[in-house]
């Protein structure tokens, strides 16, 4: 660990502040764990924003990191108001259009490389001086008689050194975009001359001529040869011009043309009716319809002022404390020992103040005065926050299914799940209707467990914390 940090201090030297930062969120996995968290989407967006800060923060007369963290500093003082970034997660229906660079750590069901012709320049060198780290410095040899100048061998030594770390760096970039596609991966380039891509060996000239002799033999393409300058003219699709299509339908002559245009409006992807994920949280598989529904967002720390926790966060809270405490304890001294605990965790910082006060102890202590809350704490095999990885059905699709089984504890004949609930559940509100609302996602956890341990889950319930009770759901 601290020869990371030693890593990272030295790092720090000789980067961008914007690629520090970068470096930090994804060698840390912060990036990815802030995706993997509730409102992952406007979290990661957040995150590109900082990034966008720093970049802009650098243009500046300041610079350096610590002068960045005064800065957000004084922000937060000042209640200076940001904007939050405008979240677009991986799933959304659009079509997005970005650099190699801005792509790096993200993956596409279809990427399009675009300018796989461009030529790879290499590090050209149209000054008078030359300089590398390794090679120090050279000037030319300059002849004042005679009034002529040339490059040393020096000189040349170090251009052709930086070509072939530009080239180094454009072969790195050149295997990020090739690996960000999941499912099909398409390459666009063009060349004056098919006739001279190379087919045996790659040439370090572009992205075209690198791949090419790679994939002429393995891969579907298709070449569209043009005939000098655009006019004007649109590529023919079935043997017609779109616009021609457009007038010869206007006129009525044509039958053919207009049931063409029918065809191609009418047009309806066939898999439109597959909207199963990949991957889902236990709750987002619980609740199917939540894509359905308006999702509040939560705003960026940059322009947040000090509200009212809402039931989830103080849920959080919750298992936060269930999830530290000593279950015997809480059984043997109740309610003074749990106060004790949650003001020993906003002493370590793993509350907020806010979250302290929020805390209901006595929601809690009423967990260990039921028969289900003594077993526990009396339970010999007891577990708590247990993270599973699920590959199950979803609407006739496999996905894999992520989620966090909040306690469960085993006996001699099988396993008891406990699932802890802070949401409000009305006097009117049957355990009919929590075991409707909930079963799926129990069941869910009683398939990952069983599959993990080997032993049956005989009981599963739900402890609902403004009820003070158990629901059993198996």
Same mark, same amino acid.
């Given at each position: ?13 000789? @980067?961008?502040?914007? !690629? ?6 994804? +060698? ?36 350096g990191l610590h002068g960045f963290l005064g800065y957000v500093d ?67 040899? @300059? ?81 569209? !040869? ?167 059905? @979803? +609407? ?50 009683? +398939?990952?467990? !069983? ?14 914390f403004n009820l003070q009770n158990f629901t059993q759901i198996t």
């Amino acid at each position: 660990m601290f020869a990371t940090i030693d890593y990272w201090k030295k790092l720090k030297l000789s @980067v961008s502040l914007e !690629e520090l930062i970068r470096t930090l969120l994804e +060698e840390t996995g912060y990036y990815d764990y802030c995706s993997g968290l509730p409102v992952g989407k406007q979290r990661a967006s957040n995150l590109r924003l900082l990034l966008e800060k720093a970049a802009d923060f650098e243009r500046t007369n300041y610079t350096g990191l610590h002068g960045f963290l005064g800065y957000v500093d004084a922000m937060i003082e000042r209640d200076v108001k940001v904007g939050e970034a405008k979240a677009i997660g991986e799933s959304e229906d659009v079509v997005r259009l970005m650099t190699i660079h801005g792509s790096k750590g993200l993956e596409f069901p279809i990427v399009i490389l675009a300018g796989m012709g461009k030529k790879m320049t290499g590090n050209n060198s149209k000054g008078s001086i030359d300089f590398h780290k390794d090679y120090a410095l050279a000037i030319p040899f @300059v002849n004042k008689e005679e009034a002529w100048h040339r490059k040393t061998l020096l000189q040349r030594a170090i251009v052709a050194r930086k070509r072939e770390e530009s080239i180094d760096e454009e072969i790195r970039i050149l295997y990020v975009a090739l690996t960000r596609a999941k499912d099909k991966l398409i390459l666009m380039g063009s060349c004056r001359d098919i006739e001279k891509l190379p087919t045996d060996v790659p040439k370090m000239t572009s992205y075209l001529n690198v791949v090419f002799p790679l994939i002429s033999d393995k891969c579907d393409f298709k070449i569209i !040869e043009s005939q000098g300058d655009y006019d004007g003219d649109v590529e023919r699709v079935d043997g017609n011009d779109p616009l021609e299509l457009m007038e010869i339908a206007r006129s009525g002559r044509d039958e053919d043309a207009i049931a063409q245009i029918d065809k191609r409006l009418s047009y309806v992807y066939p898999y439109d009716d597959n909207n199963v994920r990949s991957k889902y949280s236990v709750s987002q598989l619980n609740h199917l319809e939540i894509d359905r529904q308006p999702v509040m967002l939560n705003k960026s720390l940059f322009s947040e002022k000090k509200r009212e926790l809402t039931a989830a966060e103080i849920g959080t809270a919750m298992h936060a404390v269930m999830e530290r405490m000593d279950f015997a304890r809480g059984l043997a001294e109740g309610i003074d020992y749990i106060r004790e605990k949650a003001d020993e965790m906003l002493t370590a910082g793993q509350l907020t103040a806010e979250e302290r006060a929020a805390l209901n102890e006595e929601n809690i202590a009423a967990f260990f005065k039921t028969d289900i809350g003594r077993r526990a704490a009396t339970a010999a095999d007891l577990h708590k926050e247990r993270e599973f990885i699920l590959l199950t059905d @979803v +609407e006739g699709t496999e996905a894999i299914v992520q989620g966090i089984i909040d306690c469960y504890f085993v006996e001699d004949d099988g396993i008891v799940l406990i699932d802890y609930k802070n949401s409000y559940m009305g006097g009117d509100t049957t355990e009919e209707v929590i075991r409707q609302r909930y079963e799926k996602q129990i069941l869910l956890y009683k +398939e990952a467990l !069983e599959g993990a341990t080997g032993l049956p889950v005989k009981e599963s319930y739900l402890y609902l914390f403004n009820l003070q009770n158990f629901t059993q759901i198996t």
